[in-house]
């Protein structure tokens, strides 16, 4: 089933009924919530933690052996903070308790202009941003915005989510209460879904290329703080048409995931990063500093 409509709703709906991943456990990374990740290669990657009171970046050489925070804007995240160059980007998250405007650095993150506020509290509380380039971006939430000039003007140019994908100008999706996909450029969008309803969604999604994506989530038992937590992840081959939910990971509350390729990929959750070689049938938790 979809997970959609709300944040509480989507873990809610999320049940059981699957084996058991098996998990390598070497290392855990403490901290916040793993909200982004991004890898060049096998070993040279990013994440980004969402702590207070803002984001923290980190990097990896070593295949996340070990991690270096990092000050530079990192070019690939699609949540809090969003950079088209390591110079120039984009945030939601330099207000942890308002979310209702988007802001913009041209040095590298030291210094935070509001670019755009709108008029409700809580717009972007899930936090789902992508800068497309220096001239655009989009961030989603309560609608989706869209700029072209740098920030200059802001207009609503698609429906409701709580995170989004583009590769590229043209090409994207947005997670809301269904799974919409564009291919004009936000002009128009068109929803997957079977019945109303898409199969596809979840705290964090990845589209490696138009058919193959992962999505992920998790719930707490009996749904309240401090129950026992699990991690779920949803492949989908044929761009969100059917999907398989994959072994379930105990212990986790999965909120992002990057994929190099069909096989290899990463998961960030509340204080964990972990990787798979199988296409997330197993995994294995990675040190993060």
């Known amino acids: 089933m979809k997970h959609w409509k709300s944040l509480i709703v989507s ?18 990374l403490p901290g916040d919530k793993v909200d982004s990740i991004f890898f ?27 991690w270096k925070e990092i000050e530079k ?12 160059t390591k110079w120039k980007g984009w945030s939601i998250d330099e207000n942890m308790f308002d979310h209702s405007t988007v802001y913009r650095t041209e040095d590298g993150g030291r210094t935070w202009v509001a670019s755009f506020k709108t008029q409700s509290a809580g717009e972007f509380v899930f936090g789902g941003l992508q800068a497309i380039s220096e001239e655009e971006a989009w961030a989603v939430g ?11 003007t802001w207009e609503i140019r698609g429906p409701a989510g709580t ?33 109303g309803k898409s199969c596809f969604g979840g705290l964090g999604f990845f589209f490696l290329d138009e058919n193959h994506a992962w999505a992920v989530g998790g719930k707490t038992e009996g749904n309240m703080e401090g129950g026992a937590e699990t991690g779920f992840v949803t492949v989908t081959k044929d761009g969100g048409q059917t999907c398989v939910e994959l072994p379930q990971v105990p212990g986790q509350f999965f909120l992002s995931v990057f994929f190099l390729n069909e096989q290899e990929g990463w998961v960030g959750g509340i204080g964990s990063l972990l990787k798979t070689d199988d296409g997330g049938h197993t995994w294995t938790v990675v040190s993060a500093k």
Do not use: C
């Open 163 to 195: 995170g989004l994908q583009f590769f590229d100008s043209e090409h994207g999706w947005i997670d809301g209460d269904k799974l919409w996909r564009t291919d004009d450029g936000g002009r128009t969008w068109k929803s997957i879904d079977k019945d």
């Open 11 to 28: 873990i809610m709906l999320l049940s059981g009924g699957l084996a058991l991943s098996q998990i390598n456990s070497t290392s855990r």
């Open 73 to 84: 804007g990192v070019p690939g995240f699609r949540r809090g903070r969003s950079f088209a």
């Open 40 to 66: 060049l290669d096998a070993n040279h990657g990013f994440l980004q933690e969402q702590s207070s009171p803002h984001p923290k970046a980190y990097e990896t050489l070593d295949g996340g052996k070990t």
């Open 142 to 152: 309560v609608h989706a915005y869209h700029t072209t000039d740098g920030g200059k």
